[in-house]
């Protein structure tokens, strides 16, 4: 009896234990149920100049529109001027000059807005463009498909992981390491948008964040399925910029499938849902808005490359419904969403966190942000260069000062002994800010860390 006896009563002890710690989990999960949900959607080349409520009248942006109505849109936001560089920087909150390495590619080492969630207790989630692990120039581990694990995030679904391929049209995406199989009538953003969807209702009952730099409105500029052209297989992969609008408002639709599921889920009320652009639109496109012809800029340091939309709305966050003038750049993500998470902020870090103006409480806007852009560290380019700016005013490396709000296409620089006492004191801020960050030579090709 007694042999018989003992493993029953080691049994039951183990029992309760189990229970213990099953009721602590639920404890835990039933706290971190009250954090908001987070959406980051970053549009690929899309400026701040193709939303209507940005003042475009070449494109209809209803949805993002009413997003904006309903929460906050942002006048003065600005990315990096090219893709890779705006990517490394909001997903790590530092400038370029800290861990950019190379086009296409982040170093393993850094530490994302995905890390920093996911030790919160956050499910995360990438879908879209990742154009990360480096395939362009073929760097170490560059056909790695577990990498986006790697930055944080449970699940992910990819174009551009290990290989490009088309992006819209027979997409080539990766799924959580397979391959999809795919045809002529599947679209890559509907693949997206879907698969982002299915996450939501999976962890409807946990704190998500989901990270989706889309695919849309980069080119090749092609058929959307709501163009007449994709109807026919003769004319569904054309490439001609009329498509653009078509993409434009596609993304819009896009954005709109996304929020709706929100709603549908009882989910919206508390997810932080924001819309942005990874840069300048494509130069190929000229579009028209209420201020007269605006030419896309990307690659470029004037305000055409890297001023973005930043649309955000968080209803259960106490956000008031306004305009926002305030300065916001793309490291500052990073640190907001940490505060949102009550998680500590990594090292480092140079972003400004804009939780408290997002809850309505009290807030000190930035003064300044700063721009140091190469687009491919290891060749020189007559793009590269370095600016720090004001909402109004805006400095170079290189001395040039313009006056932004009179001088938005950067025609005529200011002379220093021209300027009045503030100017002068705001032109010396800038300066400052500049000359405390370790400027490259421009004309000299670099990298800035091993593989």
Not at 146 to 168: A, V
Not at 302 to 322: E, F, Q, Y
Not at 427 to 445: G, T
Request: proline share 6%; net charge neutral; with cysteine.
């Amino acid at each position: 009896m007694y042999l018989i006896k003992t493993p029953l009563i080691f049994i039951l002890l183990l029992s309760i234990i189990a229970c213990s710690n099953t009721n602590k989990k639920t404890d835990l999960t039933e706290a971190e149920k009250s954090k908001p949900n987070i959406i980051l959607i970053m549009n690929d080349d899309m400026g701040y100049e193709c939303l209507s409520c940005n003042g475009s009248t070449s494109y209809n942006t209803p949805i993002l529109d009413k997003l904006a109505e309903k929460g906050m849109r942002f006048t003065n936001c600005f990315s990096q001027p090219l893709c890779t560089p705006s990517r490394v920087k909001i997903m790590t909150g530092k400038h370029n000059y800290k861990n950019y390495i190379d086009f296409a590619y982040l170093d393993k080492n850094q530490k994302t807005f995905g890390h920093i969630l996911q030790e919160e207790g956050y499910k995360t989630m990438v879908a879209g463009k990742w154009q990360l692990n480096g395939v362009q120039t073929e760097e170490l581990y560059y056909e790695d498909v577990n990498r986006p694990y790697q930055f944080g995030f449970d699940e992910y679904c990819l174009w551009w992981l290990t290989s490009k391929g088309s992006r819209y049209a027979n997409p080539k995406i990766v799924e959580n390491t397979k391959p999809l199989q795919t045809t002529i009538n599947d679209y890559g953003p509907d693949i997206m948008s879907n698969y982002i969807n299915g996450f939501i209702e999976r962890n409807q009952d946990n704190p998500f964040f989901i990270y989706y730099p889309m695919l849309l409105v980069h080119s090749p500029f092609q058929p959307t399925p709501d163009s007449p052209d994709w109807l026919s297989l003769d004319t569904r992969e054309d490439k001609n910029p009329k498509y653009f609008g078509d993409m434009v408002e596609y993304t819009d639709k896009v954005v709109g499938k996304i929020y709706n599921k929100l709603e549908e889920l009882g989910l919206a009320e508390n997810t932080i849902f924001i819309f942005t652009g990874d840069n300048g639109t494509n130069s190929e496109i000229i579009s028209q808005t209420i201020n007269g012809d605006y030419p896309g800029g990307k690659g470029q340091l004037k305000d055409n490359g890297n001023h973005v939309p930043l649309v955000i709305n968080w209803p259960a966050g106490g956000m008031k419904s306004r305009i926002s003038p305030e300065l916001i750049e793309f490291s500052d993500f990073l640190p907001t969403f940490a505060e949102v998470a009550k998680a500590k902020l990594p090292e480092d870090i140079d972003g400004k966190s804009f939780y408290k103006l997002l809850s309505n409480k009290s807030y000190k806007p930035r003064e300044s942000v700063f721009v140091h852009y190469y687009p491919n560290p290891q060749t020189t380019s007559k793009r590269a260069g370095c600016f720090a700016r004001t909402v109004d005013y805006k400095l170079y490396s290189t001395g040039n000062f313009f006056d932004m709000k009179n001088d938005k296409w950067e025609e005529s620089a200011l002379s220093f002994s021209s300027l009045n006492e503030s100017q002068k004191e705001i032109y010396n801020k800038l300066k400052a800010e500049i000359d405390c960050k370790p400027i490259w030579d421009f004309s000299k090709p670099h990298r800035i860390l091993n593989k």
